[in-house]
């Protein structure tokens, strides 16, 4: 059983990954890097890509709250625990970037985050197995999807290509130990509904 100081705990949670600053333990990639000429329509395109990549970083906290509130395995729940802080830096490291750029996060967050955070607590219900899996096929499709962003950046933005490099890196790692504790892979179909997901998701955030 779920107790109500766990709940409370991640309504907690949630609330700081929605409305407060991200905190990050490890430096900004790319700071140290030369701020790049980028024209207005650049600008706004990196903004963008950065934006959805700062929705995915939200999705990907709920999901990991999810499946560590359901998960059954101490060693699971504590794989699941660092993968969520580490992707509580993604999410400072985004927010960081736009905000560089004189964007905006997406509106939409709290509806994301909402869905993520159901469909995360399913799969911990399911069992662990299949709750590393989904983590594993997430984290796969995540590091496709950084990796279309890194080819549409401007060439000459080092630092944002530096922020994505490191989340791409973290993303795989993350994957790999999904796997390494015993996920399950998933079935052809869920992985298709989980990248049309994904579609919506990145073309409505990418304007909103």
């Known amino acids: 059983m779920i107790s109500l100081d766990k709940l409370i705990v991640e309504f907690d949670k949630g ?27 650049e600008k ?9 990549d700062h929705c995915g970083e939200i999705c990907a ?4 709250q999810g499946q560590a509130l359901t998960a059954r395995n101490a060693d699971v729940k504590a794989a699941l625990e660092q993968a969520a802080w580490e992707e509580t830096e993604h999410l400072n490291w985004t927010e960081t970037r736009i905000k560089e750029l004189g964007g905006r996060t997406s509106f939409l967050n709290p509806l994301w985050y909402t869905g993520s ?3 995360g607590a399913l ?9 590393l899996g989904f983590l594993a ?26 922020i994505l490099e490191q989340m791409k890196s ?15 892979p998933l079935p052809l179909p869920l992985k298709g509904m989980m990248r049309l997901s994904s579609k919506i998701m990145t073309k409505t955030v990418y304007w909103i």
Do not use: C
């Open 137 to 162: 096929e997430t984290e796969r499709q995540v590091e496709q999807h950084l990796e279309n962003h890194l080819g549409r950046l401007p060439q000459q933005d080092e630092k944002s290509r530096a």
């Open 123 to 131: 799969a911990g219900a399911l069992g662990d197995k299949w709750n």
């Open 44 to 52: 706004h395109r990196t903004v963008s890509l950065m934006r959805v």
């Open 61 to 64: 906290q709920a999901l990991y």
């Open 117 to 119: 955070l159901a469909i």
């Open 15 to 41: 609330l700081r990954t929605l409305f407060a600053p991200a905190p990050t333990l490890r430096a900004l990639p790319g700071s140290d890097l030369p701020d790049a000429e980028l024209s207005a329509e």
């Open 170 to 184: 973290d993303e795989v790692r993350h994957a790999d130990t999904a796997l390494q504790h015993g996920g399950a």
